[in-house]
């Protein structure tokens, strides 16, 4: 069994996400042979960073799309900028650390 089950019932097609300053040789040894991919992200870094404040949604979930394939990188920023600006009509500056930090993010998300 692997640290707190985390992998468990999971293919080996799939991915894990994990917000983490920790190396891969940590991860690995904590996961217990998980042979799914393995990717790692600093959000509490990059929100900070982006948002001054630790915020991880935005980084995370940039991870996840460029993880999953589920759009490309740039149907991404163009869905979210649409969202934020809807969302924070009068908050350009949430709007522009949002955008930052998405961009930071589909950069940073490494698969170790």
Do not use: C, Q, W
């Amino acid at each position: 069994m692997n640290l707190f089950g985390v992998t468990d019932g999971l293919k080996e097609t799939g991915a894990i996400v994990i917000n983490t300053t920790k190396d891969a040789d940590y991860l690995k040894s904590v996961l217990n042979g998980y042979k799914g991919d393995i990717y790692t992200i600093d959000a509490r870094k990059i929100s900070m960073e982006t948002l001054g404040k630790y915020f991880p949604n935005t980084p995370m979930l940039a991870a996840i799309v460029k993880v999953s394939g589920i759009m490309t990188d740039e149907e991404l920023l163009n869905d979210m900028e649409g969202s934020f600006k809807h969302k924070f009509a009068k908050k350009p500056e949430v709007i522009d650390g949002n955008m930052k930090a998405l961009k930071m993010a589909l950069n940073e998300v490494k698969k170790i």
